[in-house]
């Protein structure tokens, strides 16, 4: 009984050292800037970021297209290796099973030159064309459709199946729990990519989120809650599918142990539950669209207004407004003094583009030296790009990152 | 079985009223929201600043006045609010620029041109005790005006205080106790394009208040108030857009599953191309519609999409969108700086609520009828295509 018990306390201790990031996770996810509990975290990221939601749906779309394109050609292929004998087949099929055993890293060279050489490369189709045709879905099939019996086959050619009909009325609905296995398979494998497209991707535009989640400063500092809505999909398409993933595994890995369901009850209770499941998918999928429609409204809103000027090059005068009085000299760089950020050193911030498609105003921020100022205007020396554009005032406070929107048409009017 | 059939009509019903009263309430905002657009075009776009007293600070800005007049229209103006006739009027004495800052529509007469004058509303010369007319000779606690033009109030304020403007050496002394002074100095900038940073720019433009002094005195912006308030209307278009894009997609969806079922339910008994061949008609109608809907579809989500709700962002929380101490203090902020003003936003609001009332009734009437007749046809088409198909 001893032995029991301290046999359950090590099993428990260890699946909560297993658990213990995702409780941390969770638990973080609802914690503010003094620490105690809030739900600032998921306040930001739901309704004030973005660019979470553009890496949201970057995912799910690159899985969309992969799943959906990679899982009829392994059907088609593993079809093909299971029925037919044609020559060099032996050959075909090691060379699939080399493929999907060779890393990532191993190829990643080669594959990078071949994208580039179809000039694919910093465009979506580089990390959805490689992985469209990943031969690991159709080792997959073809280790089950080895296990069908030859007869079914023979029963479809009596009745009048040609071979493409065969395979639509016969073999797919047989794979059917293959097919969602391997769907959550291949699920949990691209949401989770990071190397391709870190690799093959450099525009932030079109990362998938698995990529972006720690690469921004605006993401990582609500990086917790970000994480928990972002595994919440992998959480419920596991619920949807469960059963057919444990079926299909089992009777792919050719072992007989799979227990048709006993009861009509059991069977009734698993389909209300893959029903809730699926309606959590739906319901989750609707809240993220209409989220995103949301945020995007108000981060257009909540995004500072500023505006800019140019750096002049020229005369101090003692009196800014009596350009006779008193000389302070002549400098290179000088901003309004309203420019000049004084946070514990002094600091001013400039636009420029965003390296993106998007190309959105970002703020950078410069450590400078005064040189000289009275008052109104300032002398200062810093490392700044040339021609650049100083920001003068805003509506918020700055950060170094940020997005902002530069309010324009003050510039005709200090010409004059 | 009846019976669930009769409660599933009854939820329809209910569902069908339900979506009916929502979109009604959302077109009356929208139409509402777009009458105020209109009439708050004639709001003044000018900034203001108001004093208790003639201190220092009034007097730097008053000698300042040559600098700030090449960009800015300037007027200085001495409030007195006082009770009088049973009811609480401010005589406000004014200089010559203030006609060119504030719209003020004569109905009729003639503009205050010298010394004991007085400009009075329609409304102060209707609804007081004693009525006034043009020309009468009115007594202000001891001083007689005469009236020489009458002001429509109804455009430009409904709060109760009425205006009286006089010339500004012209006030009358002792008012009595409850007597409260006030000291404006109100601008409009010459360049009209401007939009945004006008207390940084108009500190800029005067260059004769230091840093430390700025925080003293309080500016009063009214040149986005047309802006603002116009947000709203935009705002309701949108709401209006995402509300039609549901209805779209929901009727879209269930009206492909139904034909999907009927088509279904269709081949059980004939082969594919009997049946089309049979209902060819129905079936290019239908393919009609459902693309006239998708593409109904794709220009109301494209519309969506583009919708920028650009409220100006110095009145959202700087950091944080849940930030609720922010909210709480939003009050205070609004009375502080528009409060205390005799145009001010409370004369915005009081406009708002009018226009609100004046097109209720008109809006309501014509919404009804025009629903009612659409669905009334939309339905009985329906009805006419399904009996058809079966």
Known sequence: MAKKVLKNILIYFISIICLFPIILMIVSSFKGCDEGFSLVQYGKILFQTEDFFRGFWNSVIYIFIIIGINIPISLLGAYGFSRFEFKGKGFLYWLYIVLMLMPFQATMVPQYLTLKAFNIIDSPSAVILPNIFSTFGTFLMVQYMRGMNEEIYDAGRIDGLSEFKLFLKIVMPLCRSIISALMVLLFVNYWSMVEQPLVFISDKYYMPLSATLNATEELREVAFAAGTIYSILPLLLYQFSYEDLTQGITLSSGLEGYEKVSSINGVKERATQKQKAGRGIIIFMVTMLSLTLITQKISYSMTPEVEVIKTKRGEITEDPFDKKSKSLGIYNTIVPDSAIHREGENVIYIITEEKSIRKRDQLMKINVQIEATNGYETAIIGVLPYNSEVIKWTTKPLKEGMNVRVVRGRGEESEE | MKKVKNRKEKNDKIKIILIIILSILTLLLFLMQRNIKKELENFPSKIEIIFEEKNEMYQKLIDGRELMEEKYILSETEEKDVLFEGGNISIIGIDENYSQINNIEILCGEWITGENQILISDKFAKERNKSFSLGETIDIFGKNYKIVGIYENEKYSKSKIENLYVEKGDLPENLGNREKVFYSLEFKPRDENRKSFITEKFYEDIKIILEEEQEEIKIADFTESNRNLSKYYYGFIFLFEVVALIFITVYLIKSIKLNIKKYQFG????????????????????????????????????????????????????????????????????????????????????????????????????????????????????????????
């Open chain 2, 267 to 390: 081949t059980k008994r004939k082969y594919g191309k009997e049946l089309l061949s049979e209902n060819l008609t129905i079936v290019l109608l239908q393919i009609l519609k459902t693309l006239l809907l998708i593409f109904l579809w794709i220009f109301l989500l494209r519309l969506i999409l583009e919708f920028k709700l650009s409220t100006p962002s110095k009145f959202l929380p700087p950091m944080d969108i849940f930030d609720f101490q922010f909210y709480s203090q939003i009050g205070n902020v609004f009375k502080e700086e528009y409060g205390k003003t005799a145009a001010g936003y409370g004369k915005v609001y009081a406009n708002l609520m009018r226009v609100t009332k004046k097109y209720f009734v008109e809006s309501v009437i014509l919404l009804i009828t025009l629903l009612a007749v659409s669905i009334n046809y939309i339905s009985e088409k329906f009805k006419m295509a399904e009996r058809k198909l079966q």
